[in-house]
């Protein structure tokens, strides 16, 4: 397994495992995971945006030569009311190929946490859906734990 910071060419492997994660996501909670039409194009340009900025890590995980799953942490300062001692990593886009997670999954957030300390990071948030049992599995197996939920509903 390759981990590594991501390029402009990987960016097109991304964009495929978040699509499918949005689905698998969308058929569990229809309202906060409507798919747009057009969300790989915005997803692309979103993605190829983040390798240019200084506050965000953007890895890749290779196996055999195919995109097998990456992580984007956006490196934040916690808002005034909390002290956590330092800097926060905010991970919302993090896939994995086939639930990977014990593997493609500790490798990527090894090597994000690596990165982040390096940049003063003390704090660790990973955004997950509450009916991924494998992921919350896995956050859980690398010491993270549940600080906060979102309910979703019409209005």
């Known amino acids: 397994m390759d981990i590594r910071c991501a390029g402009v060419a990987d960016i097109a492997g991304m964009v495929a495992l978040s699509h499918q994660k949005r689905l698998a996501y ?40 195919q995109m097998s799953g990456f992580i984007i942490g956006h490196i934040v300062e916690a808002p005034a009311v909390y002290d956590p001692g330092g800097l926060t990593v905010t991970v919302d886009d993090f896939c994995v190929m086939s639930n990977e997670w014990m593997q493609i999954g500790v490798a990527l957030n090894q090597a994000l946490c690596e990165k982040a300390k390096e940049k003063g990071v003390v704090q660790m948030i990973v955004v997950c859906g509450a009916h991924d049992l494998v992921k919350k599995q896995f956050l859980v197996n690398v010491g993270l734990s549940i600080a906060s939920e979102w309910y979703v509903g019409r209005i």
């Open 26 to 65: 969308a058929a569990i909670q229809s309202q906060f995971w409507r798919y747009a039409e057009g969300a790989e194009i915005t997803q692309h340009a979103w993605f190829e945006s983040l390798l240019m900025l200084s506050d965000y890590i953007v890895l890749v995980a290779e196996v055999d030569c």
